[in-house]
């Protein structure tokens, strides 16, 4: 009686376990600007507490992460977390790079993430036929080639810059094989949301801290 509605409920493009369309099939924008919203307020919060409780420990984690990862950690860890459809998001590390120069940072990740997510659409499009791959992809399938026939390469710039996982949309664009050099450019969408969330993140802080 409730295999259909467990299926349906998997197929979705994940955050809180809800679709990203209204029942019209169009994107629902409401929810995705609420969404970016709720994402920024959990990191706030995480930090506001760590800062409260744990202090020191918060802040030695900071200064392990300058002093072990760097730059070139840093740029790894963004590349990996948005080449593979992974539970991690970049933006934990905003609030613990805070001191570092704000413009190589965003510059490092922005980049870092691009060719993480256009890796992820090589990895699509070279592999997507395997039957592991297509069962890894099939709990975002329906909400992401949703996307896809809606918004074509438009569907990576949307991702790019809100709370729909970028590396699944980019994971699926290479699945159907979108144009590789749209797909490329489609992919530097996250120098802003890069700037954007940074902003915003860094701008509650300054009510918190």
């Known amino acids: 009686m409730n295999t259909p509605q467990k299926k ?29 919203v709720l994402v920024a ?16 420990e918060y802040l030695s984690i900071a200064e392990w992460i300058s002093s072990h990862l760097g730059w070139f950690g840093v740029a790894v860890f963004v590349f990996l977390t948005d080449m593979f459809i992974v539970p991690l998001s970049i933006d934990m590390l905003f609030p613990l790079t805070f001191d570092w120069p704000a413009a190589p940072l965003l510059l490092t990740m922005s980049i870092a993430s691009s060719l993480g997510g256009y890796s992820g659409y090589w990895i699509g499009r070279l592999l997507g036929k395997l039957p592991f791959v297509k069962q890894f992809t ?5 909400d992401g080639e949703r996307m896809i026939n809606n918004y074509g390469v438009w569907a990576v710039v949307i991702a790019g810059v809100t709370p729909v996982p970028f590396s699944s949309v980019c994971w699926m664009a290479g699945m159907v094989k979108i144009n590789y050099w749209w797909v490329a450019l489609a992919t530097l969408s996250r120098f802003p949301r890069m700037i954007i969330y940074y902003v915003i993140i860094r701008g509650g802080l300054s009510f918190i801290v």
């Open 8 to 36: 349906k409920q998997d197929n979705k493009l994940h955050l809180f376990n809800t679709s990203w369309f209204d029942a019209k099939g169009d994107l629902d924008w409401r929810q995705i600007i609420w969404k970016m």
């Open 41 to 56: 307020v959990f990191f706030l919060i995480v930090y506001a507490i760590g800062m409260y409780f744990v202090r020191d």
């Open 138 to 142: 099939s709990h975002f399938s329906e």
